[in-house]
């Protein structure tokens, strides 16, 4: 009936100690309670573990309970010393039926002596093999029930100590890990970032690539000036931002920066966008109303895609380029503003002038000053500046601390971006909500995980249409705008006389943004 008793203690026991080491994430507190609980329950006159220190090769007492007032601080054994070090390096269970007769006992936790005869348990803590520490219990002899069940007992707490020491080191392991690999990840941001920080100091502009340096040496040129700029340049190049750059560096810096996009206002609006009108000009004028112009007084206006402007509205323009005035509809009043003029086009305004379509006085007036902007894909070693720009952008727009590395910058610097920066951004952007509020890896970037997005689609669709012999650039556009004319701007004879596809046609007049004449 007695050993029943105790071997039902035991096995309670045994549960209280898996409670406390599932719901502690202290290990020396767990530990601590494991021996306690060993001490409280199970009879042991003094209960300890020690744990093996895989640097100075020794065993550390780490938690300790007993019924004397020894302090176990400091305390350690050689790895083959006393009857723990034989456990430890032997992987077995000892005991020791009386310590007082065992001349191996070390006693270095200063045990007192006792009245009657003491025995001595020492078990493995081990976990695959590996040996991780010792597990040791002093008890009195008349309070033995069988050196068989009392070794049993103390191996089954052993394992449980054990898992809790593997799954603990394992996950300190994690922590350093993660510890390392932040830091490595932000000292090579850090060290992105300083490596590819542009010499210029313009605000919004990136790039160290001979092409950049020419854009940036020309904006320094005309910033401290009032002639007018036309910048070129295909769409998602960065016009708008090279507008800004001049304006927020000039001595205008002060006043207005008003922008307005030509394609976007109806044609029958854009006039009274621009210039105002008059209280009672037309039905519903119940007020006078200034015009972009006059909101911009002192500053600058920066007309994105001038090359879409209709014509009525060009004429007026080109006064306010000669005259510095302008004219509010339902008036003949002209009333004078001093404001600088920038204007940006993707358009070839040459070619829109041939056709009739942009006036040449105007074209005259706007290109007084030229900035023409490379596209991304001529200027690829600018593009992990440019990405490390957009990601410390969307940080402070989300509030996150979103980072990139090499290994996702080295596959966007190999894409053909299609839609310039504007693409690009719109990738990170995407990359980044998919991340969370960590690193971008490959992985996130939808052109890298296999969604076609438009840079792979033009790409592709480039190299299976660009015949090996065709000619390049300006000679190339040269060759089909002459046989779009001979053809009287029928595609499909522009081909055949090029010996093309309509396709390859198509792809290059949307290529250099040739207008296609309708006759």
């Keep these: 009936m007695k050993y029943l008793n105790y071997f039902k203690t035991a096995l309670n026991t045994i549960y209280e100690i898996s409670v406390i080491l599932n719901s502690s994430t202290n290990r020396r507190h767990a530990l601590y309670g ?3 609980q060993m001490h409280d329950t199970l009879s042991f006159e003094r209960a300890f573990i020690l744990i093996h220190d895989s640097r100075t090769h020794r065993l550390n007492l780490t938690a300790y309970v007993g019924i004397d007032d020894t302090t176990s601080s400091g305390i350690s054994y050689n790895c083959d010393e006393g009857i723990v070090g034989k456990v430890f390096r032997l992987g077995v269970p000892i005991l020791i039926p009386d310590i007082e007769k065992e001349p191996q006992f070390l006693n270095r936790l200063r045990r007192p002596a006792a009245e009657e005869q003491t025995s001595f348990i020492a078990v493995p803590l081990k976990y695959e093999g590996r040996t991780l520490g010792v597990l040791a219990v002093d008890k009195f002899s008349s309070q033995m029930n069988s050196v068989a069940t009392e070794v049993e007992i103390m191996k089954m707490i052993a394992n449980l100590v054990a898992s809790f020491l593997h799954n603990s080191e394992y996950f300190q392991n994690t922590l350093g890990i993660i510890k390392d690999e932040k830091s490595r990840i932000e000292a090579e941001n850090l060290s ?8 210029f100091s313009f605000k919004g502009l990136a790039g160290n690539s001979k092409l950049m340096e020419k854009v940036f040496d020309k904006i320094t040129m005309v910033t401290n000036t009032s002639a007018s700029v036309l910048i070129r340049g295909e769409s998602g190049t960065g016009k708008e931002v090279v507008a800004k750059t001049i304006h927020y560096n000039s001595d205008r810096s002060g006043k207005p920066f008003v922008a307005v996009n030509c394609a976007a206002i109806p044609a029958d609006l854009i006039e009274s966008e621009l210039f105002g009108y008059a209280k009672g000009a037309f039905a ?12 911009a007084e002192g500053g600058t206006v920066f007309l994105d895609e001038v090359g879409d402007m209709p014509l009525d509205a060009q004429s007026k323009l080109l006064r306010v380029l000669q005259d510095k005035t302008i004219e509010k509809l339902g008036t003949m009043e002209s009333t004078k503003v001093d404001v600088r003029i920038l204007a940006a086009t993707n358009k070839n305004l040459e070619v829109a ?22 596209p991304l894909r001529k200027r690829k070693e600018d593009i992990p500046a440019i990405c490390l720009q957009i990601i410390e952008r969307l940080n402070e727009s989300y509030g996150k601390n979103f980072s990139i590395n090499s290994s996702t910058l080295a596959p966007l610097a190999n894409c053909t971006w299609p839609g310039n920066i504007r693409e690009l951004e719109n990738c990170l952007e995407r990359a980044a909500l998919t991340a969370g509020d ?3 890896k490959p992985e996130h970037v939808s052109c890298q995980s296999g969604d076609m997005c438009l840079s792979r689609i033009m790409e592709n669709s480039s190299e299976e249409d660009e015949p090996v012999s065709a000619a390049k650039d300006d000679s190339d556009k040269t060759q089909l705008l002459e046989a779009l004319q001979r053809a009287g701007w029928v595609q499909a004879k522009a081909a055949r006389m090029l010996n093309m596809t ?5 792809y290059r007049i949307a290529k250099y943004g040739i207008e296609v004449k309708k006759i």
């Design 353 to 374: 002038v041939q056709a009739g379509k942009f006036r040449l006085d105007l074209y005259y007036r706007l290109n007084v000053f030229t900035i023409d902007l490379p």
């Design 284 to 295: 519903g004028a119940s007020a006078e109303k200034k015009g972009r112009f006059e909101q």
């Design 34 to 36: 494991v021996v306690k």
């Design 438 to 440: 960590g690193l971008i």
């Design 192 to 199: 992105l970032i300083n490596e590819l920080k542009s010499k």
């Design 502 to 506: 309509v396709r390859q046609v198509n």
